[in-house]
Nanobody
Framework: QVQLVESGGGLVQAGGSLRLSCAPS????????MGWFRQAPQKGREFVAA?????RRTNYADSVKGRFTISRADTLYLQMNSLKPEDTAVYYC???????????????????????WGQGTQVTVSS
């Protein structure tokens, strides 16, 4: 199990940018497939983006495609550009431990598939 700590949320005007970070605590998330999810008030947790354990493949929700970019090194990132008020939510990073994960190109876009979650960071986009 890996502890995940998100940062980088805040208040931004529509059209602006933010970069979220998710750092592992206590160990690395090498070998983990990683993802970002978000949850707006009165709504369920929604898939945003995923990256494979190898880092070679990514996947995005249609609502953020072309505006958000997921990447990973020792930290997981979500670069968010052209933000819209409907992007307002608490954003969570999540990790899924894989056997041989550093070589895996598999992607996961369902919340129950993930094992470890961060505490969330609030993103608010004003119109």
């Amino acid at each position: 199990q890996v502890q995940l700590v998100e940062s980088g949320g805040g208040l931004v005007q529509a059209g602006g940018s933010l970069r979220l970070s998710c750092a592992p605590s206590g160990r690395t998330f090498s070998g983990y497939a990683m993802g970002w999810f978000r949850q707006a008030p009165q709504k369920g947790r929604e898939f945003v983006a995923a990256i494979s354990g190898s880092g070679r493949r990514t996947n995005y929700a249609d609502s953020v495609k072309g505006r958000f970019t997921i990447s990973r090194a020792d930290t997981l990132y979500l670069q968010m550009n052209s933000l819209k008020p409907e992007d307002t939510a608490v954003y969570y990073c999540a990790g899924k431990k894989l056997i041989g994960g550093s070589f895996s190109d598999s992607l996961y876009d369902l919340a129950p598939e993930y094992d470890d979650w961060g505490q969330g960071t609030q993103v608010t986009v004003s119109s």
